[in-house]
């Protein structure tokens, strides 16, 4: 089991920045992929990045790829998502999660509770 649990988020104006973190407990949190992911109102959860156990390789979704960075940090076992230039189409729930390296939810077993993230104009 691994338990994971959110922070960061928040009201933000557009162009600003936020740091989200994701501090996981349980299983050993070395040997798995980390992924975020967000849901906005009305639409699907959709992918946003993801990290390899070692930190070593990442993978963005289009729409975020040179504004948010992920990272990890194994002796805190926490990942965190960097996201920077918000816009207003950020908006949404982020969940962490664990589980294989993939862009699809469906490789992850583990999901954090999510945490707002609202970027206004």
């Known amino acids: 089991q691994v338990q994971l649990v959110e922070s960061g988020g928040g009201l933000v104006q557009i162009g600003g920045s936020l740091r989200l973190s994701c501090a996981a407990s349980?299983?050993?949190?070395?040997?798995?992929?980390m992924g975020w992911f967000r849901q906005a109102p009305g639409k699907e959860r959709e992918f946003v990045a993801v990290?390899?156990?070692?930190?070593?390789?990442?993978t963005y979704a289009d729409s975020v790829k040179g504004r948010f960075t992920i990272s990890r940090d194994n002796a805190k076992n926490t990942v965190y998502l960097q996201m920077n230039s918000l816009q207003v189409e950020d908006t949404a729930v982020y969940y962490c999660?664990?589980?294989?390296?993939?862009?699809?939810?469906?490789?992850?077993?583990?999901w954090g509770q999510g945490t707002q993230v609202t970027v206004s104009s």
């Open positions: 999660a664990a589980g294989r390296y993939s862009t699809s939810r469906y490789a992850y077993d583990y």
């Open positions: 349980g299983r050993s949190f070395r040997s798995i992929a």
């Open positions: 990290i390899s156990w070692s930190g070593a390789v990442t």
